[in-house]
């Protein structure tokens, strides 16, 4: 039982997370769907009266979509082979499903070893072959958490593939007249294989993304961080804003364009400062912050424009930095935390008269 | 009508842009392109009384001026915004020209862009193209190791460092 709930909930919660990156790409959507159709395989399983024949069906279009995400990795195509094959399974499953018993409590029948066995087949193959794809790859990935990650996804599929080995295997051994195989006994067993296996497999899948969603998630505060000095640019100079925040949602709405946004919060600040250059002060200001004395600056050359003080050519700009956009958005974002800082303290009202 | 972003993506759809992100590498494919030179100068101060950026369209090659008094990143940003006028074929005068580089020969100029702020469609669409070549993540290499790198999201990329 605790099996079963520590796997639902990391099925749904891999469905809700990632949710997002269904705008991405066919290879996200692909990896959704099978996340997607499993977790409504395991919760449909703790319904006592959903028809026999449902996770079957449900088991056979989540190997269509791990085939389809396989194939988009490899590039290999096969997408009508593959659909053209679930059909034919979905076809096969139901047909059998109508002509005879689907239970395997007493002595089956061979239409009800062939109902079994072609679902068990087709998803095996699928497992096998992520099984295969994803082992020689990890060698090839960075260490730690990517490699454990694919390593976990091809011994998770590995596990539920040697579950449907084994559970055809019996089936079939059922089939030849075999009257002392216990399928019982196996199904007691067989969640610590086939639970277990997915559990692994899926929690595989999720680890690496820990790695994305922490550079999103470090991409959306440095928007936050950048904002006090982007929006003082943008209220002097109104014209380098190229999208305003709320069109920024619609021209840059997926989550992986939260870095093409702080790209362009770092450029509409360098054109504001570039604006600015003109109107800095001569002297610079003393203090023993770098990052502290270019927001003085940039607070001073705003005040100057402001006042409609006349361009001078009497300052050296600002502080050089490095040329890659983790330089920019490590040093802006110390001079916007500075200049927030300095915002505020003016704002702040000072306690004036009676000390009562 | 179409967004600016799909426009914009459209454009740039078949221009091979270098990962990781190379400007003078970026430049030699726009010269390729154009089958003529690209020369791209640096003018302190361009931007006091004028665009930070400039794009003169010669009878024989394609000059793009920019201010080098702002940082690298920004300054890699003002050429690609030029370099996006040129890849767009967009068209322009600007006053500037005659005050800025007193000696050229009005005739020989063909075009002439300049960068100063987002106003007209053309200049939108030339700063969307400058961002998506610089500031979206390089697209995965085109490897099984690249795509599962990227769908499982451990693949590096300059955006995401940043």
């Given amino acids: 039982m605790v099996l079963q709930v520590a796997l639902l909930v990391l099925l749904w919660g891999v469905v809700v997370a990632r949710l997002p990156t269904l705008w991405r790409d066919a290879r996200q959507r692909a990896f959704w769907a099978t996340i997607f159709v499993l977790a409504l395989i395991k919760t449909s399983l703790l319904f006592p009266e959903t028809p026999p024949i449902l996770p079957n069906l449900l088991g056979v279009l989540t190997a269509y979509f791990l085939l389809r995400f396989l194939s988009l990795l490899t590039g290999r195509g096969g997408h009508r082979w593959h659909l053209a094959l679930t059909a034919a399974v979905l076809v096969a499953l139901a047909g059998l499903a109508a002509n005879g018993s689907v239970t395997l409590d007493r002595d089956p029948f061979p239409l009800t070893v062939a109902y079994w066995l072609v679902p068990e087949g087709f998803i095996g193959w699928a497992l096998i072959t992520a099984a295969v794809l994803f082992w020689p790859v990890a060698r090839d990935v960075p260490a730690g958490l990517p490699r454990l990650g694919l390593r976990a996804i091809s011994a998770g599929c590995a596990m539920v593939a040697a579950y449907g080995a084994a559970k055809a295997v019996l089936i079939i051994l059922r089939g030849a007249g075999l009257t002392d195989v216990d399928f019982a006994e196996f199904e007691r067993a067989a969640p610590y294989l086939q639970g277990g296996g997915t559990l692994i497999a899926v929690a595989g899948a999720s680890v690496p993304a820990a790695r994305r969603s922490r550079a999103i998630i470090e991409a959306y505060w440095s928007l936050l961080v950048l904002r006090p000095l982007w929006k003082a640019m943008r209220d002097a100079f109104p014209e380098v804003i190229l999208f305003s925040p709320r069109r920024a949602v619609f021209e840059l709405a997926g989550v992986d364009d939260v870095h093409l946004r702080v790209y362009r919060r770092v450029i509409e600040i360098r054109d504001g400062m570039l604006a600015l250059r003109p109107y800095l002060p001569a002297e610079p200001v003393a203090t023993t912050d770098p990052a502290q004395a270019e927001a003085e600056a940039i607070a001073a050359a705003l005040r100057r424009h402001a006042d409609g003080a006349g361009p001078a050519d009497n300052a050296d700009g600002f502080a050089k930095i490095g040329p890659e956009m983790s330089d920019e958005v490590a040093w802006l974002s110390r001079v916007s935390s500075a200049y927030r800082v300095r915002t505020a303290a003016a704002r702040t009202p000072r306690p004036s008269g009676s000390a009562r | ?162």
């Fill in chain 2, 1 to 162: 009508m179409k967004g600016l972003r799909q426009r914009s993506e459209q454009r740039l759809r078949g221009i091979r842009v270098p990962a990781p992100f190379d400007l003078d590498a970026f430049c030699g494919e726009v010269a390729a392109r154009r089958g003529r030179p690209l020369i791209r100068r640096p003018v302190p101060g361009l931007s006091a009384e004028a665009p930070c950026g400039l794009w003169v369209a010669t009878d024989r090659a394609d000059h793009v001026f920019y201010d080098p008094g702002t940082s690298p990143l920004h300054a890699e940003h003002i050429v690609l915004h030029e370099l996006a006028h040129i890849l767009s074929g967009h068209s322009g005068v600007d006053g500037s020209i005659g005050r800025l580089f007193p000696d050229l020969d009005p005739a020989t100029v063909r075009r002439v862009l300049g960068r100063v702020s987002y106003t007209t469609a053309q200049e939108r669409e030339a700063e969307m193209m400058a961002s998506l070549i610089r500031g979206r993540s390089a697209p995965p290499p085109p490897t099984v190791l690249g795509r599962v790198a990227d769908a499982f999201g451990f693949m590096e990329t300059e955006g995401e460092a940043g």
